[in-house]
């Protein structure tokens, strides 16, 4: 069982980088922001192999706060760029849809 949940902590921890960077390296801001969506869930899923690990007694509560506090140091950082790739899908959006009006009047 601990094992298992070592196993998975890791594999978590180790999503939230790569699924950031692959983000990144894509072409579009959807998918830059899927792959950004993907990267907090996994640090979701290290909080909750992290709490499990506490309430199993394989880590005391204060080594979980202090973990929690490092998470939300990561966390913090990230939800910013979430928030900051929607509002630059929803600019694009916005000015394709001005793009698209001023050529329907232009053409008409």
Same mark, same amino acid.
């Given at each position: 069982? $601990?094992?298992?949940?070592?196993?998975?902590? %890791?594999?978590?921890a180790?999503?939230?980088?790569?699924?950031?960077?692959?983000?990144?390296?894509?072409?579009? %801001?959807?998918? $830059?922001? %899927?792959?950004?969506?993907?990267?907090?869930g996994?640090?979701?899923?290290v909080?909750?192999?992290?709490?499990?690990?506490? $309430?199993?007694?394989?880590?005391?509560?204060?080594?979980?706060?202090?973990?929690?506090?490092?998470l939300?140091m990561?966390?913090?950082?990230?939800?910013?760029?979430?928030r900051?790739t $929607?509002?630059?899908?929803?600019? *694009?959006?916005?000015?394709?849809v001005?793009?698209? *009006?001023?050529? *329907?009047?232009?053409?008409?």
């Amino acid at each position: 069982e $601990r094992f298992e949940l070592g196993s998975q902590l %890791r594999k978590a921890a180790f999503s939230v980088p790569v699924n950031i960077v692959e983000g990144f390296a894509r072409r579009h %801001r959807k998918e $830059r922001l %899927r792959f950004l969506n993907i990267s907090e869930g996994s640090l979701a899923e290290v909080w909750q192999c992290l709490h499990s690990a506490c $309430r199993l007694g394989y880590i005391t509560k204060e080594v979980f706060e202090e973990f929690e506090r490092e998470l939300n140091m990561v966390g913090a950082p990230l939800t910013g760029l979430v928030r900051s790739t $929607r509002a630059e899908i929803r600019v *694009a959006v916005s000015a394709t849809v001005v793009l698209i *009006a001023g050529l *329907a009047f232009f053409l008409s």
